[in-house]
């Protein structure tokens, strides 16, 4: 969080200090205990709002948790992957599906990768050289995209 003061929407005295605080949610049947969450707290009416740019980061880590459950990448090993293979987010998309903006909202904890998608990571991360292969794939489909146009009747 920045360090420009903020005050209270509340009661606009107050001046809101970050806080962390630790929260439980039901996951899948189980309690899923999160520390670290970030908040704010307000010194004279004693409210407690939670800002944008908080909601953003508390939300990756909820993400980041239940993935734990799930056994998947988290966003931080998607975006190491992603790095690693020196692709762009637009690219990583292009060549390995889930919508044009699909590694934003991984690596924002916006969306869980499906399962098939975490696998896929996972062996190109162990075997980079299957990117060509995707490549060529994603290459050819466009390339026949082009020739399929329907016959003229
Ligand atoms: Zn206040």
Do not use: W
């Amino acid at each position: 969080m920045d360090t420009e003061t903020k005050i209270c929407p509340m009661c606009e005295t107050g001046i809101l200090t970050p806080v962390t605080y630790a929260e439980d949610f039901e996951y899948r049947g189980a309690l899923l205990h999160i520390e670290g969450l970030e908040g704010c707290e307000c010194n004279v009416c004693g409210a407690d709002p939670v800002l944008k740019e908080q909601i953003l980061c508390n939300q990756a880590r909820i993400a980041d948790a239940k993935r734990q459950i799930d056994g998947l990448l988290t966003s931080d090993e998607i975006r190491t992957i992603r790095t690693t293979l020196n692709l762009s987010q637009q690219d990583a998309a292009a060549l390995f599906g889930g919508g044009v903006n699909a590694f934003s909202k991984y690596e924002r904890g916006d969306v869980m990768q499906s399962v098939a998608m975490d696998r896929l990571l996972r062996l190109v991360a162990r075997h980079p050289f299957l990117l060509n292969e995707l490549r060529q794939h994603v290459g050819s489909k466009t390339e026949s995209r082009v020739c399929e146009t329907p016959p003229r009747s």
